[in-house]
């Protein structure tokens, strides 16, 4: 059997998307335990609100990384811009290795640089300016110190002003900067990048013949999931279909 690592990102799981977590299930019983490494590269849920949730829904999810896991396969996660709250208990209880913002990986004698790729969008300056007050350690300290109920209500109230912002902000501020792209890659030497986070799943191909560079863009989980294959004989974005046909 051929070994493979998997990539996936943009899930946003929820308690309220059935379909999505069945999906997600059986990717990780009948598809992850099989491969040498999943990397997860953040918006696994559509938020999570704390390592201390312990809701029926989040102790599932957390039993299906512990599962596997615990089968041998190596699991590492980026954190998203839905999920940043994911700490250390989450990799205590999961077997899960936590990853920076960027991390270079390598892939069967290949280099690459993986992130989630909100960083990448250096045009939506409203929401990096969010994104650096919520990664504010002293701010994350408080938030997970108060009442369940009353993160819940933050959290709601975050939600509906997100859903907002998106019906009126242009779509290419949403996308990732090119130069910003090329600054990543030049950073760490490399000349290929996996991220998610926009939601457009493609392969750009990029730079000179001599030079030639490629950025992978991972797809969401709205009405299928999606799935980044990586062996040595190559990679493909694939899709996996949320009903299994019978």
């Known amino acids: 059997m051929t070994m493979t690592t998997l990539f996936i ?14 999906c997600f299930v059986r990717f990780m019983r009948d598809e992850a335990i099989h491969a040498d490494t999943l990397y997860v590269l953040g918006d696994l ?36 811009n839905r999920d940043f709250l994911i700490g250390k208990r989450f990799s205590a209880d999961t077997g899960v290795s936590l990853l920076g913002d960027e991390t270079v990986i390598d892939l069967y004698g290949k280099k690459a640089v993986i992130l989630h790729g909100d960083t990448l969008c250096t ?23 108060i009442p369940m109920f009353i993160k819940k209500k933050i ?10 912002d998106k019906q009126h902000k242009p779509l290419e501020i949403m996308d990732v900067t090119q130069s910003e792209v090329e600054s990543v890659l030049d950073k760490y030497q490399v000349e290929l990048m996996i991220h ?49 046909k019978s």
């Open 155 to 164: 959290v709601k109230k975050v939600q509906t002003d997100i859903h907002s």
């Open 9 to 22: 990102s943009d899930l946003h799981l929820s308690p309220s998307l059935p379909e999505i977590t069945d």
């Open 45 to 80: 849920f559509d938020f999570w609100i704390g390592d201390d949730d312990r809701s029926e829904f989040a102790n599932q999810i957390r039993e299906e990384f512990k599962r596997l896991t615990s089968t041998g396969v190596d699991c590492y996660f980026t954190q998203g």
């Open 196 to 244: 998610g986070h926009t939601h457009r799943p493609n392969i750009h191909k990029f730079g000179t013949i001599e030079n030639q560079r490629t950025r992978i863009v991972l797809g969401d989980w709205y009405t299928q999931g999606s799935v980044l294959v990586f062996s040595k004989e190559g990679y493909a974005l694939e899709q996996r279909p949320f009903h299994q």
């Open 123 to 145: 045009q939506d300056i409203q929401y990096l300016k969010f994104r650096d007050i919520v990664h504010k350690p002293w701010l994350q300290w408080l938030f997970n110190r």
